[in-house]
């Protein structure tokens, strides 16, 4: 892939644990050189959240959100029609629709869905799963057996990563130490087990952020903010502030606090890409991503409890287990090799990507008589001095008002090629 530039059209979900997801993938694939735009969903779930807001009976909301979800994919293929990438890449939750679906196939668009949920607690996975090219996961048997009983034969295990640019130590002012900082914290949302495991720990200096802890009565003193949302900008500096950090994969039953299930969530890998310590739970597949001497793991809350006690007293123990996990993501699990393997399968399994090589930039593909012009145009327009032909074409189409006379000569050249059949640069 290192001599290949490609055309990336990355969906966002609405909301949810896979919209920060989204976007590092976003920055990563920009990382490693490839031109991506992205269909900001998020922007237009205040609509579905209005809807509700309506007070309308239930059995007509429900068909007026299915129209609401006609005109997202409508909006979708919009910019796909404009932009003409080479590859969808679409998020857990994100709202491509069948009828999308079928119709980027049929326009010869490669799409693969990165399905970073639980299998089990997630099943809509059954009926989109074989309208993509290629499904992600990162979860193995029995789940790769379903696919392929659904007719998804190419689904590679993808475990997720962290961003280093991103996931990296901040500097705290004293204020944001005082408000963060805690002996031990967890940041996520309050599932059942949770709710149960953490009581043990009501009583010591123990932090909760994030949402979905309503009525919980039992950790009101440890529930930062109300139950708010936290932003991935805070929660680095939650990590940052936190001596010992606990990890506490999710789980829908209360009766087991440690279920010990098989993927391994994102928390894991950004506490370790930022040096962060962590106590997290024992995961069928963590040996295989991190070693023993990486990770402090506990297999009980009994045992959470004790390692909890053992490490808050020894910040040099706790330093040591952050750099070893640290070294180990920036050398296998960042977002930067996660997208290079996507792309890598998916010329594997459909082929070669379209062009062979990194299309010319817009200056080398004008005639001389634009050339002179087009610096200033593409520094208004945002673009970077080498910014492919297609890129500079698609920034125009989606100006608004009247286009510039080098603007507008620049379309009709691309319609003219178009019209020809000449290959794009």
Known sequence: MADVSLRILVVLPMYGGSLPIGRYCVDALRDLGHSVQVFDAPRLYPAFTGLKELGLPPMSTGPLENSLLQVVGQAIWTQVECWRPDFVLAMAQAPLNRLLLQRLKRAGIRTA????????????WRAYAPLYDVFAVIQKEPFVSLLRETGQPRAPYLPLAALPSFHRMPTLTPEE???????????GAGYPNRRQAFRALA???FKIWGSDWDGETALARNIQRGGARIS???SVKIYAATAVNINLHSSVFADKLVSGGDF???RTFELACMGAFQLVDRRRLLPELFAEDELAVFDSMPQCLELLEHFAARPEERAA???????????DHTYQQRMRALLDYTAEQLGPWPEGGRPASALDSVPDSLRGALPSLLQELGLPPDARFDDLTAA?????GPLSDIGVRILLLDEWRKLHGRKRG
């Open 396 to 400: 125009l189409r989606a100006l608004d």
């Open 203 to 205: 009583d010591r200096d």
């Open 321 to 331: 287990f952050a750099a070893r996990a640290r070294a180990r993501v920036l050398r």
């Open 113 to 124: 869905m990165w399905f970073v949920e639980d299998y089990a607690v997630f099943d809509y």
């Open 232 to 234: 991935a900008e805070e």
């Open 177 to 187: 130490q005082a408000e963060y900082g805690a002996e031990a914290a967890f940041l």
């Open 264 to 266: 391994v969530n994102p």
